[in-house]
């Protein structure tokens, strides 16, 4: 179920991907019979510091962009292979490591390979699918986050009825719900890009196409684009995040209520595990998008959503396995096994 889930995404997202070109070759002919010039390359600016630096940097973030894939990738990897992880939760949690890697891997390659080269330019139609992708793949993590929050609710508060709530039926399409509600939410957003005139200025100080950047590439008025954001920011932070701290006072309420303290134990452990994540997402998510821009600098957030789409989604992997008994179990499984076959 999961693979099937996975090839239809694949699929959707390829064709994605051909409406982008197509609609963003429309644009090019449209602006061109009236007279604009529309630009076909971007220079991204990225981090301007010494080319000795950069060397440190590519070295630098590349180890944490390796770690990231490492690590979800292992975590997805436990949840296939081990039989004792093919639950709900687990089925979300190998859901949201997908999310991580395809989340890092939409902006970093490309920050990785300007480091290292002197001509920092992206072409015009993959800086727009760049930003499409980086905006479906956050909204998708938030997303999951959410559902996973609901299914912890329903495991603690309503254990009974778990099983029926919690169906794999329910599972599935609650996961693919929340892949297709953020792309579509992330095509509304590049169908309003392109609809703008693209004239220049042709450099985006920033490491990679970040929508609030693209605005800036337009010689028209954006204020309706930056609208749609912040109407959309709002949608996928604050009403989210309210309804993860609804299901979590509900959670601890219950948590309190539980007589057995092994029982106490794991359901805190399991918990306070989440809310780690869901705290660094969204803290960082609404000083990006909803805090004022005079309050930071252009490098200080550079500097945060570089935390937001690198080391955000490496540390996921990292609480969930170094405060999950279960699975720190599916890895010694694996340890013992890979030690078996070494002898054999």
């Avoid at 390979?113 to 920092?120: G, H, I, M, R, S």
């Avoid at 309503?158 to 599972?171: E, G, T």
């Avoid at 306070?272 to 997402?281: E, I, P, Y």
Wanted: glycine residues 4%.
């Amino acid at each position: 179920k999961q693979r099937l889930v996975v090839s239809d995404l694949s699929l959707s997202l390829h064709y994605i991907q051909v409406i982008i070109a197509y609609n963003t070759f429309q644009g090019v002919q449209k602006n061109m019979g009236s007279n604009q010039t529309w630009i076909t390359e971007v220079i991204l600016l990225g981090f301007q510091v010494d080319p000795e630096l950069e060397i440190f940097l590519f070295g630098f973030f590349l180890l944490f962009y390796s770690l990231t894939l490492m690590g979800n990738g292992v975590i997805l990897g436990l949840i296939c292979l081990d039989s004792r992880l093919h639950t709900p939760m687990y089925f979300f949690l190998s859901n949201l490591a997908i999310v991580d890697m395809s989340y890092a891997s939409s902006t970093v390659p490309k920050m990785l390979a300007n480091l290292v080269t002197q001509k920092k330019t992206i072409s015009f139609a993959p800086c727009i699918l760049q930003t499409f992708l980086y905006l479906a793949f956050a909204v998708t993590e938030c997303m999951s986050l959410v559902v996973m929050s609901y299914d912890r609710y329903v495991a603690i508060c309503h254990p009974l009825h778990y099983s029926v709530i919690m169906s794999w039926r329910a599972c599935t399409v609650l996961a693919a719900a929340s892949w297709i509600f953020s792309f579509l939410l992330a095509l509304i957003h590049i169908t309003l890009i392109l609809r703008l005139p693209f004239c220049g200025p042709q450099k985006i100080n920033h490491f990679f196409c970040q929508i609030m950047s693209v605005f800036k590439l337009a010689c028209a008025d954006t204020r309706l684009n930056q609208i749609v954001l912040f109407v959309g920011s709002v949608l996928v932070l604050v009403g989210p995040l309210s309804l993860v701290l609804v299901s979590y006072t509900r959670i601890l309420v219950a948590i309190l209520r539980i007589q057995s303290g092994e029982g106490r134990r794991k359901a805190f452990s399991t918990c306070s595990s989440h809310l780690c994540v869901v705290g660094l997402f969204f803290g960082s998510a609404i000083i990006m998008y909803l805090a004022p821009k005079s309050s930071h600098s252009q490098e200080q957030r550079k500097i945060l959503l570089l935390f937001y789409s690198l080391f955000n989604p490496l540390l996921n992997p990292l609480i969930y396995s170094l405060r999950n008994a279960e699975v720190k179990g599916a890895l010694r499984r694996l340890e013992d096994l890979r030690k078996f076959l070494t002898k054999i």
